[in-house]
């Protein structure tokens, strides 16, 4: 609980911010960047390598095409296998927790060494609990080590909600037979609603570098608080889940990783501390004064998942913000002047429900004078999020 | 100290204040007499039979008249045109009936009332005194309260045996007739002799002189040049009272600095009395004593919310901010904001930065000297204020009348208001804070003065009921001055300080902590003054001073707590030093100031000190060992020389060049890896794996004057060297650190600069020009140290800002009106800045490399102020004043830092200031 002593005392009250763009023009350096642990635990070990960039870049540069090997003191060696671009996996590794393993990358024809590291203990995890304030619902994980052995801990998470959309339409833009005309869902039973962009998923990661330490406290116990959602906030309008990642490092392995997180997360205060160079446990032997960013460890990895259902907590009024427009008519050419984007594919509306029919010519043939429409992403959750159900979900 | 000093007589002491003689106009009888060949003593004495007016001459010039006529029935006046006439004698009647002749010159006297005047100093029959009024030198004044310079003053005893010597030396206080209050810095001189002497901070000064007559001149800015007519016969004693200038009152305060700064051999000296801070425009209208030497050249700061100073490439530790001689080891309030120094108490400030006094020790950089007022010996007086954020008070009067006084002043704030403004989230934070000084004056006897002074600052501050931070200063000392004789003075100070900071949270009971830190300090010094003759001023001294630190506690703040008691083990050292150094005149344009201190530093034991082999980096992985040292045991001594040297060549009266040479070693560190001093900087003692610091400097100095010593101007330049000054290794972590040592590195330093200076002292328009350039560097090249950085080139430390330019102006419109600017322009001071970017745990990150490499924006600000006093009429219950202002007049938006963070997985950056628009602010002051 290092971040206890950083002072995040506030001038705030007469302090003032404003965008600031470096007129410095950076070189892209393209120092290699190794992101990953390796999993004792049995399960999937991921490395991700990329290449830093110049400050105004916004993109990832991954590196593809390495060779990404865990050796063993004896020389035998794993390969993992690029599974997507520039991330290399393996499953399964069978480390034996009393040897100890390094890192070795081949990337743009250079080498790449870490150091031999050994198994560091990873207890599980104890519960992913979550707590409710006035401000929101905050989801924390809860640890301990009964060996008093792990003292440096680092968590990521995978949050994954389901989302409805507010209607179900019984009419649609005919695409593609004709995207500027509304027609029934279904035209034998015109009364027939579409459910299939109804229930849809989503997910985020964690950005942020989340650590913790027992070093200070008496007893191996840690709580953490990682995630905080404001009231009414949408991934509780139906179901949420979010699945804990917990990491055990060595000391220098969570200072590594604690000097990133102060030079990109914790500036901006009066008594900021001075941002330093990142020094990992990466090299290259042929050029050792090369900067590879980058720490290796080995853990087994503990995961543990948490639902909350939108029924425990009362009166948390999610308001999506959706509404409906009444009577907009169904004509071709107000639909192409006002309800498309400019690319002429993609419609900001969509039709809910019908309102007037042609009566004297009713289904199938007959057409809909006026409906009622809504927000496109109010109609189609997949504007939101995934329609596919993911596996661990209930 | 044996009292085998003859205790002097001490003639004369004028009771000169408000003896305000009901005078009635005495009308001469009429004369009759024969004169033949009458010396002026013959005709003098007939003349005063008849009228029974006294006569005042000169008998050393009145022998050449002999006078040859007869009269009868005749008025003075006649009698009197008639025997001078045709000579150079002049004579004056005044309505007392009293008569002066002088030679040479006409007098005038408007003076309507006079003291009495002692038959036996002045009857001009004892033969060998002299007529009293020589008002060509004094200004003739109208005022009735005039000290009267105009009489003879017999100093020693005229024994006839004691011829040895032609040479005897007067010695006394120059105090403020008003307030009792001694003032320093003035000039005592005998023009004709063209010596001279300035007064020290308690008042006092020591001339050697010839026997015989002498005018003694006292001069100074703001206060009234008088003049005392002394007769030497031997060793003696004169106090001398003397008026300030009636302008705004106590305000002014009075400095030497016209005269000093061209003779005083002493370079790289500031000084500015309280007055001048007063005017200088600040942020929500507190005269602030920090922000006003920061204003002087060689002397930055990294932003505005932080009163460290950087004084020639020093930082902020390496200041010595003495207060009456109490150290105080944070002087500021709000983190930063505002100096903890109450305006109100402090009469004024010296800053030494390049030749510092062999008695100041222990920090590389500078002294910064603040003296304390002393209080009205004579009647209670007080003040209050009320600004923006605090409010003031404080009183000050007499214990015992004219002997003793006391003075007490206390500020406090009441910024919560401010605080309520603030978005929700920070709606329940609260920040105080309240200063309080004490200080108590005693004369016991002539020679013997004791000065009481007290000092407490607090702070503290929470940010939603959450972390309390806390901080404050407590300081005693007790001062002792003895004069053993004139020739001979002593001072013994015994003093406490202590500087504490807590920081506590409760948020959760689970993890309720509470991390403490304080540093003590018990001093005692003995410093001597000898004045050997008028061309040596001798000064030697002891100083001892014992450190006892706890540099760290973090212990369960509440019961449920499962936080690990931690405490580090308390440090505790001795630093003695012994000084001598001479002040010596050698002609009247040359002199020089030599000084040794050795000081001497012991860390005592009980300690446990971490052991590492030599040659390679002191890490965690590298100990070998720890030692266990019993208590009392010295575990390291550190020893060196300082030399204190300066040499003066003074062309004429106005133009002087000056050189000095300085050593200085620091064995108390400040523990902080941010740019501006943080509520959590610790400090450290030096110890066996801790060297101590050390520096030195050459500096040359042109000074000269203009226009009488109005304008002032200065050029000088410095090369400065540092070693063993501590810097930080990549993420260092300073607070709660059981071995220190392995996070930081010793770096090599260097500092080079010129300063100029244009200074405008007197007149309706005043103030300063100052413009600095400057370069200070580090380096770490030591690879047995660890990583070296920015690949072992000199890199520019975070203080260094080359160009500084600050214009501080003052324009009296009247005396009631008073307007104020102050422009300052800087170059922005160094920052690390990302130099690329990748991601990681899904976010984007900065990549950082050589340390300081780039720069944050150019500062730049204007500030103006009006300062209106309410009434000019000297006797009334109270005086009032206003002063109405706005701090960054343009409202830019300077600077404080430039950063980059990862928000969200993106990166941005960011300029933070820390006042992005102009603010006003009003201010009332009240005396009474």
């Known amino acids: 609980m290092k971040k206890i002593f950083i002072i995040i005392f506030a001038f705030i009250f007469l302090t003032c911010r404003e965008a600031y763009i470096s007129p410095v023009n950076t070189p892209n350096l393209g120092y290699l960047v190794v992101e990953g642990v390796i999993n004792s635990g049995g399960g999937n070990t991921k490395i991700a390598l990329s290449r830093t960039t110049k400050l105004s870049d916004g993109t990832r540069a991954v590196e593809t095409g390495a060779t990404v090997m865990v050796q063993d003191e004896n020389g035998n060696a794993y390969t993992l296998v690029e599974v997507a671009r520039g991330d290399y996996e393996i499953n399964n590794l069978n480390v034996d927790p009393n040897q100890k393993y390094r890192l070795r990358i081949v990337a743009n024809d250079r080498e790449y060494l870490s150091d031999f590291v050994g198994v560091n203990s990873n207890p599980a995890i104890d519960s992913v609990a979550w707590s409710r304030t006035s401000d929101g619902l905050h989801v924390s994980v809860n640890t301990h080590d009964p060996q008093q052995i792990a003292k440096y801990f680092m968590w990521d998470y995978i949050e994954t909600w389901e989302i409805h959309s507010d209607w179900a339409p019984n009419c649609k833009f005919d695409t593609p037979n004709d995207p500027y005309w509304v027609t029934y869902i279904d035209q034998v039973k015109p009364y027939l609603r579409d459910s299939s962009k109804y229930q849809c998923w989503r997910s985020d990661t964690s950005r942020q570098i989340l650590l913790g330490s027992t070093i200070k406290y008496a007893v191996d116990t840690i709580s953490e608080n990682l995630i905080d959602i404001a009231s009414g906030a949408e991934p509780l309008s139906v179901l949420y889940s979010v699945n804990v990642r917990q990491f055990a490092f060595t000391k220098d392995a969570y200072e590594f990783m604690e000097k990133m997180k102060k030079n990109s997360e914790q500036l901006g205060s009066v008594f900021d501390a001075q941002p330093t160079e990142l020094q990992g446990n990466i090299h290259s032997p042929s050029n050792p004064s090369e900067i590879v960013i980058g720490y290796v460890s080995i853990c087994a990895i503990q995961e543990k998942r948490l639902f909350i259902h939108n029924e425990e907590l009362p009166g948390w009024n999610y308001n999506s913000g959706c509404f409906l427009i009444q009577a907009v008519p169904n004509d071709r050419d107000y639909a192409v002047k006002n309800l498309y984007y400019p690319d002429r594919v993609t419609p900001f509306i969509l039709p809910v429900e019908y309102r007037d029919r042609n009566p004297s010519d009713p289904p199938p043939s007959g057409y809909i004078i006026n409906y009622v429409a809504s927000d496109a992403k109010c109609v189609d959750c997949s504007l939101r999020g995934t329609r596919v159900k993911p596996a661990f979900w209930p | ?928």
């Open chain 2, 1 to 928: 100290m044996k009292k085998r000093f003859r205790l002097l007589t001490l003639l004369g002491i004028l009771c000169l204040n408000t003896c305000i003689a009901v005078a009635q106009k005495k009308t001469p009888a009429l004369i009759t007499a024969d004169f033949r060949n009458a010396s002026m003593e013959q005709f003098v004495s007939e003349l005063e039979k008849q009228t029974g007016f006294r006569f005042y001459f000169d008998p050393t010039t009145a022998d050449s008249i002999r006078i040859n006529f007869s009269i009868t029935s005749q008025p003075l006046e006649k009698i009197l045109d008639q025997a001078f006439a045709g000579s150079d004698f002049f004579y004056l009647v005044d309505d007392d009936g009293e008569v002066y002749i002088t030679k040479g010159k006409k007098i005038g006297i408007t003076t309507t009332a006079k003291s009495s005047v002692p038959n036996n100093l002045i009857k001009q029959t004892t033969g060998d005194t002299i007529i009293a009024r020589e008002k060509a030198k004094a200004p003739v004044l109208k005022n009735v309260q005039t000290a009267p310079p105009d009489k003879i003053i017999d100093i020693g005893t005229r024994n006839l045996s004691d011829q040895k010597s032609n040479k005897a030396t007067v010695a006394g206080f120059v105090k403020d007739i008003k307030t009792g209050e001694p003032v320093s810095g003035a000039s005592v001189s005998v023009e004709t002799l063209k010596t001279g002497v300035v007064t020290d901070q308690y008042g006092y000064f020591s001339l050697t002189l010839p026997k015989g007559r002498h005018v003694l001149l006292i001069e100074g800015i703001s206060i009234k040049e008088t003049t005392r007519q002394i007769m030497l016969h031997g060793d003696g004693k004169i106090n001398i009272e003397l008026e300030s200038l009636v302008m705004v009152l106590r305000n002014v305060t009075i400095t030497a600095q016209k005269l000093s700064n061209i003779r005083n051999p002493q370079m790289g000296l500031q000084k500015i009395d309280i007055s001048a801070i007063k005017q200088i425009p600040v942020v929500f209208g507190e005269p602030d004593i920090l922000r006003a030497v920061i204003a002087l050249p060689g002397v930055k700061t990294v932003g505005e919310a932080s009163t460290g100073l950087n004084v020639r490439g020093g930082s902020p530790d390496q200041n010595l901010i003495l207060f009456n001689d109490v150290t105080i080891y944070n002087p500021s309030h709000f983190f930063g904001m505002f100096s903890a120094l109450n305006p109100e108490i402090v009469k004024d400030v010296e800053l030494f930065k390049s030749s510092i006094p062999a008695r100041y020790g222990g920090r590389l950089s500078s002294v910064l000297n603040i003296t304390g007022r002393e209080g009205n010996k004579k009647e209670f007086s007080g003040s209050a204020g009320i600004g923006v954020l605090t409010s003031r008070l404080n009183i000050e009067g007499p214990l015992i009348k004219d002997k003793s006084s006391f003075i007490i002043g206390g500020r406090t704030t009441y910024a919560n208001w401010l605080l309520n403004l603030l978005p929700d989230q920070y709606k329940n934070s609260r920040a105080s804070f309240y200063d309080i000084n004490l200080g108590i004056t005693h004369e016991i006897n002539k020679k013997n003065n004791i000065y009481l002074t007290g000092y407490i600052s607090s702070d503290r501050f929470n940010l939603n009921n959450d972390t309390i931070y806390r901080y404050s200063n407590k300081n005693i000392s007790l001062k002792w001055k003895h004069i053993f004789n004139n020739k001979f003075t002593g001072i013994f100070i015994g003093g406490y300080d202590r500087y504490e900071y807590s920081i506590s949270s409760d948020q959760s009971a689970y993890n309720a902590y509470k991390l403490s830190f304080d540093i003590n300090q018990a001093n005692f010094k003995a410093l001597f003054t000898y004045y050997l003759n008028n061309k040596h001023t001798i000064e030697f001294g002891v100083t001892a001073l014992y450190y006892k630190l706890h540099p760290g506690s973090y212990l369960p703040d509440s019961k449920e707590s499962i936080v690990a008691p931690d405490r580090l083990s308390p440090e505790q050292s001795l630093e003695s030093a012994a000084f001598i150094s001479d002040r010596y005149t050698i002609t009247r344009k040359l002199s020089a100031e030599a000084g040794l201190r050795y000081s001497m530093y012991n860390y005592v034991g009980p300690q446990q000190v971490n052991i590492y082999p030599a040659g390679i980096p002191k890490t965690e992985e590298n100990s070998v060992g720890v030692k266990d040292y019993s208590s009392g045991k010295i575990i390291q001594t550190y020893s060196a020389p300082e030399i204190r040297a300066s040499l003066r060549y003074a062309f004429n009266d106005s133009f002087s060049i000056k050189a000095s040479y300085n050593s200085q070693t620091q064995y108390i560190h400040l523990i902080s890896n941010t740019t501006a001093m943080a509520p959590t900087d610790i400090w450290k003692l030096s110890d066996p794996n801790i060297k101590p610091q050390m520096g030195d400097q050459v500096s040359l100095g042109l000074y000269k004057n203009f226009k009488s010593n109005t304008i002032e101007t200065s050029l000088e330049v410095y090369y400065k060297r540092i070693k063993d000054y501590l810097d930080y290794k990549s993420g260092a972590e300073l607070i709660m650190n059981h071995h220190l040592e392995t996070d930081v590195v010793a770096t090599k330093g260097k500092a080079y600069g010129i300063e100029f200076l244009l200074k405008k002292t007197s007149g309706k328009l005043n103030g300063w020009i100052s413009y600095t350039w400057s370069r200070v560097f580090l380096k770490m090249d030591d690879s047995t140290q660890g990583s070296i950085v920015n690949k072992g080139q000199y890199y520019p430390a975070n203080y260094d800002k080359p160009n500084d330019l600050t214009v501080i102006g003052n324009y009296k419109i009247n005396h009631r009106f008073s307007v104020s600017l102050n422009v300052t322009y800087s170059t922005g001071r160094p920052i690390t800045l990302p130099i690329g970017r990748f991601y990681f745990s899904n976010g984007a990150r900065t990549l950082y490399a050589d340390r300081n490499a780039y720069r944050i924006p150019d500062y730049f600000r204007a500030d103006f102020s009006m300062n209106i006093e309410g009434n000019h009429k000297i006797y009334q219950k109270t005086h009032n004043s206003w002063s109405i202002g706005v701090y960054n007049l343009t409202g830019r938006k300077n600077a404080y830092s430039v950063y980059y963070v990862s928000e969200n997985g993106s990166i941005n950056g960011y300029k933070l200031s820390i006042f992005g628009s102009a603010i006003p602010y009003v201010n009332f002051n009240i005396r009474f």
